[in-house]
């Protein structure tokens, strides 16, 4: 679960040649139980048997972008504390009426670890298990400490078990998440290797190095499994192919991007990397509903337009569509249906059978945020919307120009939404309304919120803040 603010996502640096991916996903826990309710307001007390108001967060998006290759980006995380199963109220009836709280997907990690970009495997980008840095506590946020040395290529963290994990051009690095001392530094052996994707699952970092040197039409990658504590080499294998999105769940790493000479999606056991399956349709964004994911496209316009959801595990097609491109955004709680975009529209796509079931008209969706009761959508035109979850009505939305690049995030009853390379606006959920905050001026990636740490990033180095 998460909380109120939101995930961001960027384009593609591109340095030279290539492009290259942004934000990294962080997890992290909660130990704490966290009440919460279901409409979009910032945390309150518990009350007797039932909870306080709900936290929401964003869901991570991946931009493409095209030069011979593929680059995208995204970012999130949350809360450090441990949560349980809680009932949650309305604000309108909660001296009088419970409902459950929707089931959380395991995160193969702790509760409230920023695993991946978009938070957990379902990216929606909602951290419901920040309680520190609310909308009373954030404008009293102040700079902790500030990474060194400067890199090239900076990604927002991931963070879990009290470790930092911040991903650039040509390493990771891991440091504390109290001090921000370096735990441990990985960088691969071979030059012409730039990293593209890290996500963290079950006490292990995943992480994919694209070959950027060799001549077009040489997509190769490589993937290395690190243990997480460490960064030590527990495995590693050659992947043929573009990696500008990656996907971790039920022990199978799925890397994907879209290309003219090699199979768009490839699946591997991340416990001896052999290759499960292929299919040479691209995952727009990293998203898991139940070990379902959805691919679409045209391999590189030589095929015909199709969109298939795809058994995580097995490779088995449950459902295909002809002459239709959805590209996934985030997934309900309970794994059993994803938010897609559509041309303009936003709609509900069941992950068992594909049916297909209209939400909203003219938003452009390029990334989502989904809480218990509302979804906060960034369109490719740099608004962000405010929708019922169940009627797709719009409560609120505001233009924010760059926002288009980055996903935003809601933790603690907090929505970040990054204006790439300007600054971070700070927004109430509820209604939209600014909220006294620091700028975080020059983010460049997603902001991480959790454990009562704000993580934002300008591409060179990570800025912590906290109370």
Partial sequence: MQQDPSCEARPPRWRRQWSRQAPRGTTILLHRAVVQATTDIVPCRTITGAAAPEQQGASGMAYEKRYGITGLARATQTGRYRVKPMKVLTVATVLTATVAIPAVPAAAAGTGWWAMPGYLVTNSGFNPNETSVTVPTVPNLRLIYASSPDRIGQRAPLVADELVYTMDDLGVTATEEATGAQRWRFEPVDEGYVLTQIVHAAGQLVVAAQYWAGMPGDDHARIFVLDAATGTVVRHFNDHGLITQMLVDRGVVVASGESRWTTDTRAYSIADGQLIWTHDRHMRLPVSAGGRVVLSGTGWAVLPLLSV????????????????????????????????????????????????????????????????????????????????????????????????????????????????GDRVHTLNPVNGAPLNAPAFTGA????????????????????????
Avoid: C
């Avoid at 609120?396 to 929505?415: D, K, L």
């Avoid at 460049?444 to 906290?466: F, L």
């Fill in 444 to 467: 460049v990636d997603q902001i991480v919120a959790t454990y009562g740490r704000v993580y934002s990033t300008d591409g060179t180095k990570v800025t912590v803040y906290g109370l």
């Fill in 309 to 420: 959801i795809i058994d995580i595990e097995t490779g088995k097609i449950i459902h295909s569509e002809a002459n239709r491109e959805y590209r996934p955004l985030a997934a309900d709680e309970k794994g059993t249906k994803f938010y897609v975009a559509w041309g303009h529209s936003l709609q509900v796509l069941d992950a068992s059978t594909g049916t297909l079931t209209w939400l909203a008209s003219n938003l452009s969706p390029a990334f989502a945020v989904v809480s218990p009761t509302r979804l906060y959508v960034t369109s490719f035109g740099g608004t962000v919307f405010a929708l019922n979850r169940g009627t797709g009505a719009i409560f609120w939305s505001r233009t924010i120009p760059g926002s288009e690049y980055q996903r935003a995030i809601v933790a603690g009853g907090v929505m970040y939404v990054t204006a790439k």
